[in-house]
Nanobody, 123 residues
Framework: QVQLVESGGGLVQAGGSLRLSCTLS????????MGWFRQAPGKAREFVGK????????YYADSVKGRFTISRDNAKNTMYLQMNSLKPEDTAVYYC????????????????WGQGTQVTVSS
């Protein structure tokens, strides 16, 4: 069974940086497409970015493009989300997701999810 565990969330001032990690266990990490999503209070879960099996392809939501970077280390079974120039509107619970076949932006299509990590950006 696939398990995903996120870490790295916290409280940061606007303009600061955080790096989130997502570790997959139970299966071969390199065979999964991976994505990051976030959900703010009272709002729907939204796509943040995604990365292909090898890490050679990435894609980002317009709201984070140029500020966030997704990477993965298949040897460590871990995906990362480097978040720079953080804004108060980035405040949300951040989730990682995995799927062997789906490489897209719809959260309902991903098979596996982590428990989420809170990111709070103060103004």
């Amino acid at each position: 069974q696939v398990q995903l565990v996120e870490s790295g969330g916290g409280l940061v001032q606007a303009g600061g940086s955080l790096r989130l990690s997502c570790t997959l266990s139970g299966r071969t990490f390199s065979s999964y497409y991976m994505g990051w999503f976030r959900q703010a209070p009272g709002k729907a879960r939204e796509f943040v970015g995604k990365i292909s099996w090898s890490g050679g392809r990435t894609y980002y939501a317009d709201s984070v493009k140029g500020r966030f970077t997704i990477s993965r280390d298949n040897a460590k079974n871990t995906m990362y989300l480097q978040m720079n120039s953080l804004k108060p509107e980035d405040t949300a619970v951040y989730y990682c997701a995995a799927d062997q076949r789906y490489y897209g932006t719809s959260y309902s299509e991903y098979d596996y999810w982590g428990q989420g990590t809170q990111v709070t950006v103060s103004s």
